[in-house]
């Protein structure tokens, strides 16, 4: 899974059971990632709507009474356009969280946005460019923009593996002992900037012949992809592994972690790296220097240069002291972002939501303390 639906199956399980009903409500139809979610028993209903089929509004207004719905946590475009206007129709708070920053967004969402924004109670943004994404191109007024940043399961992503179970999951992905793994989780996107990774690994293994690429993830771009690596003539240094389920279990075989990418928000797949322990060579796509710092915890790359990727991979794979200090440095700034935190915030929020927002039509939360949202560790 990657995402979004990711960042469900680690919340949802944490929230506090006794005080939240929390479940999931899919525009679409149920697809194979969304597996994990029901052996974990979130309750999730698909509504089997199409993008502009306008009994959506219709299905999920029955929803929201059957299931008795205080408080609308909205992911993406449909689901905010449907959602907010559900919620207007039953009187209901709203959160808008934005997970993207693309340049700009099509004129009907603009249309949707502008008509449905005096019925959002807060816009949560993934990073400071988000931020800007939400007040720029979605019409939101900056007072309700907030900036909440995700995180990881750390427990899960820290645990130290034994050598041996290291080894096994290195099998398990066709990987060599003697290989030095150069990895990346990602979805195969034109945003992840993997061309240029391919590209800088060209350079890297003609000049350091024990590194082997470790592209774990799917996406359209997977065909185009493989056959720039043929073209290359990268052979099998470089690994295709497709869609893994236990991302920790794979990051745990990685010597070197690298995220390649031209733009992001602030990517799950991040956190969970810094927390896995791994060193680091990203990109200065403005999500990730949000959270990490130039030579303290990583070392960061002008985006759509494979040239200065590959130096870096080099620099770093010849200094195993080095890789040492880094990966210790972004496993210590992991703490900062537990999906823990997150969801304790989430349930202050939508505590705070149900108890003003009704009330005050909408304007209670923005007169409320909402600096826990920014805090890294909560009192």
């Known amino acids: 899974m990657h995402g979004v639906k990711r960042l469900f199956a680690w919340m949802i399980p944490r929230f506090d059971s006794t005080q939240f009903s929390v479940s999931l409500v899919s525009l679409r139809r149920k697809d194979l990632s969304e597996d994990t979610l029901d052996t974990l028993g979130i309750d999730i209903t698909y509504l089997r709507k199409s993008k502009f089929d306008p ?20 992911h993406g475009y449909g689901a905010t356009t449907f959602g907010r206007m559900a919620a207007a129709v039953r009187r209901i708070p709203v ?24 019925y959002t109670d807060l816009a949560i943004a993934v990073s400071r460019s988000t931020a800007e ?11 309700i923009v907030k900036v909440v940043y995700l995180g990881a399961p750390l ?7 034994p050598a041996p179970e290291v080894a096994a999951a290195r099998r398990a992905l066709g990987l060599g002992a003697d290989d030095f793994v150069i990895g990346t989780v990602t979805r195969l996107h034109d945003s992840k900037g993997n061309s240029y990774l ?16 470790c592209v774990i993830g799917e996406g359209p771009l997977r065909p185009a992809l493989e056959a720039q690596a043929r073209s290359l003539q990268l052979g099998d240094r470089v690994l295709f592994a497709g869609f893994v389920r236990d991302v920790a279990r794979a990051l745990s075989t990685f010597d070197l972690s690298v995220f390649p990418s031209l733009w992001e928000g602030t990517p799950l797949t991040l956190f969970e790296t810094m927390a896995a322990g791994r060193a680091i060579v990203a990109t200065d796509a403005d999500g990730f220097l949000d959270v990490l710092t130039d030579g303290q915890d990583a070392l960061i790359v ?13 620099w770093l794979m010849d200094r195993p002291a080095e890789r040492a200090r880094l990966a210790l440095a972004a496993r210590q700034t992991s703490r900062g972002y537990d999906i823990g935190t997150f969801v304790r ?35």
């Open 133 to 143: 994404f939400l007040t720029r191109a979605r019409l939101m007024s900056p007072e």
């Open 302 to 314: 002008p985006k759509r240069n494979a040239k200065a990727l590959a130096e870096r991979t080099i």
């Open 55 to 74: 009994w959506t509004l219709h299905a999920l207004l029955k929803v929201i009474d059957r299931k008795q719905i205080d408080i609308l946590h909205l």
């Open 345 to 379: 915030k989430m349930e202050r929020l939508y505590t705070l939501l149900h108890e003003v927002s009704h009330a005050t039509n909408r304007r209670g939360v923005l007169e409320a303390d909402l600096s826990f949202l920014g805090a890294r560790v909560l009192a």
């Open 95 to 118: 959160i808008l969280h934005e997970h993207a920053n693309l340049t700009d967004t099509p004129w009907f969402q603009k249309v949707a946005d502008r008509l449905l924004e005096p």
């Open 155 to 161: 427990d899960e992503f820290s645990r130290v593996r």
């Open 198 to 213: 391919l590209e800088a690994a060209a350079q890297v293994i003609a000049e350091r012949h024990q590194a082997r690429f």
